[in-house]
C-alpha cells in the first residue's frame, strides 16, 4: 500500500509541475465560466462532504507467545460533514473541516497460543474527525484543478458499543464498551483528488484518502476485565481506512 502510494504521490508532483507552469485558457475559449476569475485564488471555499470508506484494523499483541489475535475482515464506513480550504496563494492552503463518521472494527483475541479460547468483538463506532492538511493544488487545466493533501487528523470518540462472543460465555450484543475505547485518535492523512468547476466559484471535488492510524482503539485497561478472565497480554488495536470523496465547494 505504501509503495503504491509512494508512486502516485510521484506521478501527481509532476501533473502540478506540468499544471503550474501551463496557463489558464483564454476566457473567449470558454465565455459562460468566465463570470468569475477561474485563474484568480479564492482565499476560502467552503462546502459540504460526503465519504464511503473500506475500514481495517493492524491488531497486534505485545507478547504473541502467549496470546494471538486477528482482525478477521474489513468493514464499510461511512462520513458526512463540513469541509473548509484556507488558501495562502492559488496553489498552497490548508485544508480542514468537521465530519461525523460511523465504522465498525472487528478482531478475535486468542487467550492462549493454542486458540483454544478466544474472544471475539465487533466494534461498532462513531467519531467527530477533524482533519487538518496542508494542501497543494494546480492552476486551472481546461475545467479541472488537481491537488494532493497531507497531514493529520484527530478524532473524538462520540459512541462506542460491542458485539462480544467469548466461547462458553452466553454472547452479548450492543454492550456499551465507551470505557473500554480511546476517547481520542489520531490518524496521518494523505490524500489526492480533483476539483471540477461548476461555473463562477461553484466546484465539484472527488478524490481518494489513506488514513493511517497511530494510535490505538481499545484501551490498555479495557484489555483485563471480569469479563475477560484469560487476557494475559496486552493487545494493540491501531485502525486504517481509504476513502472516496465526493462534495461541493462554493
Known sequence: MKKLIAIGLFIFSNIITFAQSTPPPPPSSNPPYYNAPRGKATKFKGGLMVSPSVTWLDANVDNSSINKIRSPNPHLGFSYGLVGDFFFNNNYGIGTGIRVTGFDESFDYYADANKAYYIGRTLHLQ?????????????????????????????????????????????????????SVNLLMLYSVVGLGAEYNLGGTTNLVFGITWYNGFTNIWNKAGNRTSTDPNVNSNFNTPAENIALNFGVLF
Open 127 to 179: 467519531y467527530l474527525d477533524i482533519p487538518i492538511t496542508l494542501k497543494m493544488r494546480t492552476n486551472d487545466v481546461g475545467y479541472m484543478k488537481y491537488f494532493a493533501q497531507f497531514g493529520f487528523m484527530p478524532a473524538i470518540k462520540l459512541s462506542a458499543r460491542a458485539d462480544i462472543d467469548t466461547v462458553g460465555v452466553t454472547n452479548t450484543n450492543g454492550l456499551n464498551v465507551a470505557s
